[in-house]
Each structure stands twice: as structure tokens, then as C-alpha cells.
């Protein structure tokens, strides 16, 4: 059985206790490089295969699970965050399905809400917005949406896999029209891992705080006015609310 397994953002306890389990007992893990915690990798038994995927095919991973399989193993793919993220497991289910090999998937905390939790933040506020936006600027792998365009509706956003072209994200983020040179901004660093940082800036800043922070990877950026305003307050907890279970109260 192939167990694809969010290792969460970084910190070696944000992994879940399922995908603890299932990395405890495999025969097999292939994670994810530099993005992974190590410290995961000690929760592995001692006579576990260990792989490095980041020096790896996607040939040569499907190659890994297929020998474990035949050997009646079990293989953990270690992917960081959240496996449905960035994570380019679609492919690897794909050639297993093409194989007839059994799979499942265990989620795991994104580092989207690792950054919030870091600063701390909470991206729907009532009042400022009730949308977040999870995306990347193009660069060497393209991308099929207009990046300008998202950055048009002036939501949350959280913008993965851009920090070494802050640039040009400052550029489309004020391209679109709804952003202004004043709207906070925020990178967050490894968020979770013991070298976290995190620099609060705004979309005008953007570039030169994260030049004078030294962040050119591993970084989320986050915009929008959720990261300065503490919005309304909620109706849910509202005395003046009805809900399935509170009558509203004079």
C-alpha cells in the first residue's frame, strides 16, 4: 500500500497522529527533501528504505513504490504541508492507478495556516473578507491563471512559491488594481521550524523588506487588509444571533 502523508509545515509535532502512525510502521519512505522536517525521518524503524526525493524522477519514485509493493512493503510519500498543495501527487496517482498499486492520502497542516498562526491572523474576518485566495506567480513552471487578475479582487491571499521574485509579485499585486502601495503585507519564513521569520510589511515595501530580510525561498507571502484590521464582530457569537443551537437573547 502506497500511504502519501502531509508531514505539515515544519515542525516536527504538526504532523498528524495518523500520518505519525503510518510513518512509524513503513517499509518505504520517500519525502520531500529540504522541505520536510528530518526529525520526522527518526520516527522511522531502523531497517526502513530511505529516499530523497528531491534527487529523484518521478520514474524513479513510481520505480521505489513499485519494489515495495511486490515485496508486500508498505511506503510512506512524505510530502510537506498538505500533499493536495504543491504537492504534484496527481502524476504519482496517476502511474499507480496505471499499475493496479493501492493508495491513500493523509492530509496535513498547510503552511498557509502555519504563517497565520505564526503572526497570529485569521484570513476571513467579517467585514474585511470571507475569501482567501491560495496561489503562485508564474515563473519557471507557467501558470494558467492571470495572477494580476486574482490580485484584482482584493481578498486574502496567500501566494506560495514566490519568494525569490518579490519584484515582480509587488508588480502584479499592484497591477491588478485593488491592492495599493499601503496594503499590509507579510512574509513569513519556514513558518513553524525553529528558524521561522516573520517581517510584516506592505505591498509597496514588499520587495526591499524581504531584500533586508535575507528571505529569497521557503517563504509565503500573504496581502490583504485581514492583516491589520480586526473586522466586525461575528454574528455566530452574537447574544442577538439564533443559531441550531442558541435562541437569541433580547
Known amino acids: 500500500m502506497i500511504h502519501f502523508v502531509g508531514a505539515g509545515p515544519g515542525a516536527a509535532d504538526l504532523i498528524t497522529l495518523r500520518g505519525a502512525a503510518l510513518l512509524e510502521k513503513a517499509d518505504c519512505v520517500i519525502y520531500a527533501g529540504s522541505l520536510v522536517n528530518p526529525a520526522l525521518l527518526k520516527r522511522c524503524k531502523p531497517s526502513c528504505k530511505i529516499y530523497n526525493s528531491a534527487q529523484m524522477t518521478l520514474e524513479q519514485v513510481i520505480a521505489r513504490m513499485e519494489e515495495t509493493e511486490q515485496a508486500g ?3 510512506v510519500r512524505l510530502h510537506t504541508g498538505d500533499p493536495s498543495l504543491y504537492g504534484a501527487i496527481a502524476e504519482q496517482m496517476s502511474a499507480l492507478d496505471a499499475r493496479g498499486i493501492s493508495y491513500d492520502v493523509t492530509p496535513g497542516v498547510s503552511s498557509f495556516c502555519a504563517a497565520a498562526a505564526a503572526l497570529p491572523a485569521e484570513y476571513t474576518l467579517p467585514g474585511v473578507s470571507q475569501t482567501l485566495i491560495l496561489t503562485r506567480l508564474a515563473g519557471r513552471t507557467p501558470s494558467p491563471e492571470d495572477f494580476s487578475r486574482l490580485a484584482g479582487m482584493g481578498v486574502s491571499m496567500a501566494v506560495f512559491l514566490s519568494a525569490g521574485m518579490l519584484e515582480r509579485l509587488q508588480e502584479e499585486l499592484l ?15 519556514k513558518a513553524s521550524w525553529p528558524e521561522e521569520k516573520r517581517v510584516c510589511c506592505t505591498v509597496g515595501t514588499l520587495a526591499k523588506a524581504g531584500a533586508e530580510a535575507g528571505i529569497s525561498s521557503t517563504a509565503l507571502v500573504l496581502v490583504g487588509d485581514f492583516l491589520s484590521k480586526s473586522g466586525e464582530r ?3 457569537y452574537h447574544p442577538g444571533f439564533s443559531t441550531l443551537f442558541r435562541e437569541a437573547q433580547p
Open 175 to 189: 497591477r491588478g488594481g485593488t491592492y495599493t502601495m499601503d496594503t499590509p503585507a507579510a512574509l513569513v519564513y
Open 234 to 236: 461575528s454574528l455566530l
Open 73 to 75: 512493503g508498505d511506503t
